[in-house]
């Protein structure tokens, strides 16, 4: 399984960003998967999660997000995406996507930098 994250930036607070994450060798439809972040010295953290459709569908969110954060995936084009909207300096991390319960290698990750 490959990903390759994009799309993150530096941005000032109240600003927004769309990250997308592109897998390949995967059956994409087949998996749910997830968007996490890290910051130096932490461990990554789950912060949203698609289901697959074959399950419902359905949408996680870390309780962080409190509405900020939509995640979607694109099946037909093994694209997960993350928007981010009224983004705080606190949302500054590198963020990654990945499969959710397969426990795959990190990819590069994207770097969100969030100026106050």
């Known amino acids: 399984v490959q990903v390759a994250e994009s799309g993150g930036g530096s941005v000032q607070a109240g600003g927004s960003l769309t990250l997308s994450c592109a897998a390949s060798?995967?059956?994409?439809?087949?998996?749910?998967m997830s968007w996490y972040r890290q910051t130096p010295g932490k461990e990554h953290e789950l912060v949203a999660t698609?289901?697959?459709?074959?399950?419902?569908?359905?949408?996680r969110y870390a309780d962080f997000v409190k509405g900020r954060f939509t995640v979607a995936r694109d099946d037909a084009n093994n694209m997960l995406t993350l928007q981010i909207n009224a983004l705080k300096p606190e949302d500054t991390a590198r963020y990654y996507c990945?499969?959710?319960?397969?426990?795959?290698?990190w990819g590069q990750g994207t770097q969100v930098i969030v100026s106050s």
């Open positions: 990945r499969r959710t319960t397969q426990g795959d290698p």
């Open positions: 698609a289901r697959t459709s074959g399950s419902g569908g359905g949408l």
């Open positions: 060798g995967i059956m994409f439809e087949a998996f749910h």
